[in-house]
Structure formats: structure tokens, C-alpha cells
């Protein structure tokens, strides 16, 4: 499987007002005056922490897909994509996250045929070839297989005589998931607040657009701009990350 990007929305009420809640008290003073700036300040740049599944609103949508074998430079210039996810619960609105997935798949492994038919002794220049062959298409069917999202074991086709059984393909895989229902790693997740809690209810369409690109002042930073729509509220936001 080819590493993938993912967007969702979240609820996160509690981060939310740990950003605001401070300046409605300072001390017995009522400083709510600055709640409007310190919005802005808290939540201008994206936030990488722990989130659990319990905070995401709907189902993640696809940013970006990658091919790491065909991948080049120009292709991540500019990531964007439209996303659109229902909502699952009732529940505000505070912003959305990204997080990664990749699985690493080893070479695959030639088991033994369960052909108990034995056939006739090969020289040795003529059993090399052979041999050869049955490894390339071997390898070949199991990156098929894995290219078409399959894991675990598969099945070669052969074509042997009658009552053969054909050779099974098995890889070994390691599936590295950022998501929020997944432990956590030190990766995290990426999460961008848009500064408001907006009501959102049960099936309700959460839909928008994003594009990521290169800093054009420091290359090594990302220019994330946010695009959003609620059924109660349409909003943009533009993000660096540093």
C-alpha cells in the first residue's frame, strides 16, 4: 500500500477552550476583551498533537496519494484536493486533522507445492532457467496483489498438468498508521484550527478544499491554506508550518 494523506473534521471543545478560557479570569479580573486576539495568536499555526477517534466528526477523505516508486519532485510542489466528509455525531466543529498511512511490504516468499506428484529429475542447466522464472513471476503477482490493496497470502495461477496445485505467495507487511484510532506514535497528528466552534449536527455535510505547498521564504516550511463549508457557516484560513 502507497503512503496516503488524510483530512478529517474534529470537535476538540477542551482544546478549544483551553486557548480562550484562561482570559475570562485572570486572576478575578475579566479580560474576555482579548478572547478575539487571543484566538487569532493560539490558533494561527497548526497544532501537532494526540487526538483520538473519539474527536473526529466523520470519515477521513484522501489528500494525497504516493507512489513512491514514480514519485518525483514537481509532484509534491502542490498537494490540494477537495474533501467531503458526513458527520457522525453532534458535535462543534473546531477545526480538522491530517495523519499518514503506509504499510511496508517485504519480498515476497515461494512456498513449498503441495504437488506430492514428483517430477522427473532436471540437470542442472536446464533447472536454473526455470527457476529463474517462477521467482520473476512470483514477484510480480505479489506486487500485483499488493498494488490492488491485498494482504496476506495469495494464490499463483500456474499452468502445470492435471492435479496441481499452484505455489502460494505470501508477504510479510508492517502497516504504519498515524490515524486517531490507531496507538499513538511520535508523529502525532496535524491539526488546523479555524478559530470558532461552529455547530454541527448528525449527517451534516462537512465539505472544503486544501492545498500545500513549499514556503517561497523558507522551503522547508509548509503554506497549508483552508478552505471549509458547514451548512451553517462557509470560512478560509491560512496556515504555516514551521
Known amino acids: 500500500m502507497p503512503p496516503y494523506l488524510f483530512i478529517a473534521p ?10 480562550t478560557a ?5 486572576h478575578g479580573i475579566d479580560m474576555s476583551a482579548l478572547v478575539p486576539l487571543a484566538k487569532r495568536c ?7 498533537e494526540s487526538i483520538t477517534a473519539e474527536h473526529v466528526l466523520g470519515d477521513p477523505a484522501v489528500v494525497k496519494r504516493i507512489d513512491c516508486a514514480t514519485v518525483t519532485e514537481e509532484d509534491l510542489q502542490l498537494v490540494q484536493a477537495d474533501f467531503s466528509s458526513k458527520s457522525m455525531i453532534v458535535s462543534p466543529l473546531t477545526g480538522f486533522a491530517f495523519w499518514f498511512s503506509v504499510e511496508f511490504n517485504d519480498h515476497p516468499t515461494t ?9 522427473p529429475a532436471a540437470s542442472p542447466a536446464a533447472a ?3 527457476a529463474a522464472v517462477t521467482e520473476i513471476d512470483g514477484a510480480a503477482v505479489a506486487a500485483a496483489a499488493a498494488a490492488a490493496g491485498t494482504a496476506g497470502a495469495c494464490g499463483v495461477g500456474g499452468e502445470g498438468g492435471a492435479g496441481e496445485t499452484a505455489d502460494a505467495m505470501v508477504t510479510d507487511s508492517v502497516v504504519l498508521s498515524t490515524a486517531p484510532e490507531d496507538p499513538p506514535t511520535h508523529w502525532m497528528q496535524t491539526v488546523l484550527y479555524v478559530g470558532e466552534m461552529y455547530p454541527v449536527h448528525q449527517d451534516d455535510v462537512i465539505s472544503g478544499h486544501v492545498s500545500i505547498a513549499p ?4 522551503n522547508r516550511f509548509l503554506d497549508i491554506d483552508l478552505s471549509y463549508k458547514t451548512p451553517t457557516t462557509t470560512g478560509s484560513k491560512t496556515f504555516i508550518m514551521r
Do not use: I, M
Open 111 to 119: 512456498l513449498p507445492s503441495h504437488n506430492h506428484a514428483q517430477p
Open 10 to 19: 474534529v470537535s476538540c471543545e477542551d482544546r478549544f477552550e483551553d486557548g
Open 22 to 26: 484562561f482570559w475570562r479570569d485572570v
Open 128 to 130: 536454473t532457467p526455470a
Open 42 to 48: 493560539y490558533f494561527s499555526d497548526p497544532c501537532v
Open 215 to 218: 514556503n517561497k521564504e523558507c
